[in-house]
Every structure is written in structure tokens, then in C-alpha cells.
């Protein structure tokens, strides 16, 4: 059976509850099967307690899991609903409005006109990164529900376990990491005053969920040699994961498996997400942020 059909087979059985499947043969089966899914049935299990309670507990647990909507939403109410309730019953804190126009919804894809354009609105890939990682306190969350999956093969989200991957660093490198010696600068699109932040990659995670992380290699600059030689070795780990020997620690989140109104929820400091290339010009995502955390180091 292919890791698809496994995984397809185990989708169908959800109905607002949490669906596992079978520990796989492969390690990349094994990260994706440790993704929790769910189905909604209707707009109104958005405000179900069992339901939400099963969303927070994915969130607190592995830190990911989708959502099947079976019912049309284009306006992504089913979302809106779901990120207040997270943020009333389960401490999430409330949703980030994007700008002073965009309210909390942006919706992520490829952009017609010119002028200034965030990455995400490009059809270039995304390498790994986490959201708003040029902020003192980013998102802890974010959501992206598919409106139009890429038809073409293209613009596949991919998700990298951060606990995971950190393993494989030097604890030298670590440490390091978690020193504040790292300038990162804020992308001119996203600039509200503030040309940069100056702290650590590696700060102190949610308690019980180990460390959280911020990253995004094109606007980080290393303040000494150790912290340049820690960002080398970061690198090239991330470079890696993608080799066959890397892939208990990251997973390619597909059309197949991310289809048109399905939803997933990430924890954005314990998972870095990527986008390879664009190749559908109806590419659709709705994205939403919520739940600001200060990015403190550890102890
Ligand atoms: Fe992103």
C-alpha cells in the first residue's frame, strides 16, 4: 500500500475526531502519520468543544495537524470561528491583523500587479523559515486554508520538525544558537519603523513543548564568528533534509495531501515551513496568525 493510500484510508475514518495511522516501514511515513487530522462536518463544529479541544491538543502535542472542511466555506469562516474559539477556551491569545487594509486573513497567492511584494505573493519556492521571524514577539500559530491547490505540481508546502532537526547540531552549535547573536533584519515590504532586532534563533518554547525556533536564512546576519560558523551548520542542515536519509524530519504536505478546502495549523516556532515553485497562477491559500509570544531565550 503506498504511503498515500495509507494515508488516505486513515483520513476517511475522521469525523470530528482524531485520526492516527499505522506506524509506516518508511521514517517519512512516520512523520506524516504523526500528524493529527481531522474532519468538520459543518460550519458549527467550530464552536463544538470537542472538536476545538481536539485542535489544541494537536497544537500542544506535535505542534501540526489538518482539517478536512465537507462543506463549501470560500470565506474561511469555518477558520475565522476556529482561531477565536482557540483563543477564548485554550489561551491562544487573538488572531494578527496583517496590516491596517488586509484585516487577518492574506490571502497567499501569486500577485498580478506590481509594486512591493511580500515572498509569499511570488511563484518563487520559499525555502525554510518561520513566520514573522524579524518580530520580538511572533506568532505562535498560523493557519493556511487551501482554496485552489496547485493544479500543476507545483507550490507544495513542506513542514521540518524542529525538535528533530535540532538534534542533529553540535551542542556547541546549539548554545550558540540560543545566544542573542544574531542581527535579523525586516524585510522592506514588512518595515513599520524598525530596520532590524538583534537575539537568538533558539529561544525558550511553551511549557512541555521543548524550544521554539525563528529563521529565515536571507535576512539573518551572524554578529561573530561562532554565531556565523552555528548559522553555517544550520544551513547546511536544512540543505539536507531533503536528502533520503533526512527524512524522519521533514515532510512534503502535497495537493494529494493538502487538497482544496482542507486546513492546516502549525505551531510556527516548532515547525519551519518551505514552498517549492509556484506553477499554477489560481494557486489560492488563505493564511491566519494568531497568538503572539515574546521570543525569550532559554534559561
Ligand atoms: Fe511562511
Known amino acids: 500500500m503506498s504511503t498515500f493510500s495509507v494515508f488516505k484510508r486513515a483520513c476517511s475514518l475522521g469525523q470530528s475526531k482524531l485520526v492516527g495511522l499505522s506506524p509506516g516501514s518508511s521514517r517519512k511515513l512516520h512523520l506524516l502519520s504523526s500528524i493529527p487530522r481531522l474532519a468538520a462536518s459543518s460550519l458549527e463544529d467550530s464552536s463544538h468543544q470537542a472538536h476545538t479541544d481536539a485542535i489544541a491538543t494537536a497544537l500542544r ?118 545566544r542573542p547573536e544574531f542581527r535579523i533584519k525586516v524585510p522592506p515590504e514588512f518595515a513599520k519603523g524598525v530596520d532590524n532586532i538583534t537575539g537568538c534563533l533558539v529561544g525558550k518554547g511553551e511549557e512541555g513543548s521543548g524550544v521554539r525556533i525563528r529563521y529565515r536564512a536571507d535576512i539573518i546576519e551572524p554578529l561573530s564568528s561562532g554565531a556565523s560558523d552555528a548559522l553555517a551548520e544550520v544551513h547546511e542542515l536544512l540543505a539536507s533534509s531533503r536528502d533520503t536519509d533526512a527524512r524522519d524530519v521533514q515532510v512534503d504536505l502535497s495537493p494529494q495531501v493538502l487538497p482544496d478546502n482542507a486546513i492546516v495549523l502549525m505551531d510556527n516556532g516548532r515547525w519551519l515551513h518551505a514552498r517549492n515553485e509556484v506553477r499554477d497562477p489560481e494557486r489560492h491559500l488563505r493564511r491566519v496568525r494568531w497568538g503572539r509570544r515574546k521570543f525569550e531565550a532559554g534559561d
Do not use: M
Not at 482539517?67 to 474559539?85: G, H, I, Q, T, W
Not at 477556551?89 to 488572531?95: I, R, S, T
Not at 505562535?140 to 524542529?162: I, K, P, Y
Open 61 to 178: 502535542g506535535p505542534g501540526v495537524a489538518i482539517v478536512d472542511l465537507k462543506f463549501p466555506d470560500a470565506s474561511s469562516e469555518y477558520l475565522r470561528r476556529l482561531v477565536l474559539n482557540l483563543g477564548n477556551y485554550h489561551n491562544h491569545g487573538p488572531p494578527i491583523t496583517h496590516s491596517a487594509t488586509r484585516g487577518w486573513f492574506w490571502d497567499v497567492r501569486p500577485k498580478k500587479t506590481a509594486g512591493p511584494q511580500a515572498r509569499s505573493e511570488s511563484s518563487l519556492n520559499f525555502p525554510w523559515h518561520t513566520d514573522c521571524s524579524y518580530e520580538s514577539d511572533p506568532p505562535q500559530f498560523f493557519a493556511l486554508h487551501v482554496l485552489h491547490a496547485d493544479r500543476r505540481g507545483g507550490g507544495t508546502l513542506s513542514a521540518l520538525n524542529v525538535s528533530r532537526a535540532l538534534k542533529k547540531l553540535k551542542p556547541a552549535t546549539f548554545e550558540t544558537l540560543s
